[in-house]
Nanobody, 125 residues
Framework: QVQLVESGGGLVQAGGSLRLSCAAS????????MGWFRQAPGKEREFIAC????????FYADSVKGRFTVSIDNAKNTVYLQMNSLKPEDTAVYYC??????????????????WGQGTQVTVSS
């Protein structure tokens, strides 16, 4: 079992920055991929970014590429999502997830077994 707890959400003005944290506990294997997803009101949950727990290539949705950065501190068992140049359309509940996606399916939420409770990010214009 893996437990994930997100923090760091809040209200920020457009153009501002936030850093989300995801504290992981339990049996975390190097084979896990850590993903970030978000869900805006009235919309489906969407993939944002992911990184292997053991480090390596990271992937981003086109909508956040160049503005968001995912990183992992293995010593602290924490995954971060640094969000810069925030836009009102980034407003959503952000979720951290862990799983072992097959092939190149890391963008699919069905590939992740463990989820955090989510943290609200609101960007005002």
């Amino acid at each position: 079992q893996v437990q994930l707890v997100e923090s760091g959400g809040g209200l920020v003005q457009a153009g501002g920055s936030l850093r989300l944290s995801c504290a992981a506990s339990g049996r975390i294997f190097n084979s896990y991929t850590m993903g970030w997803f978000r869900q805006a009101p009235g919309k489906e949950r969407e993939f944002i970014a992911c990184s292997p727990w053991s480090g390596g290539a990271t992937f981003y949705a086109d909508s956040v590429k160049g503005r968001f950065t995912v990183s992992i501190d293995n010593a602290k068992n924490t995954v971060y999502l640094q969000m810069n140049s925030l836009k009102p359309e980034d407003t959503a509940v952000y979720y951290c997830a862990a799983g072992v996606p097959t092939f190149w399916r890391f963008r699919q939420e069905s590939q992740y077994n463990y989820w955090g409770q989510g943290t609200q990010v609101t960007v005002s214009s």
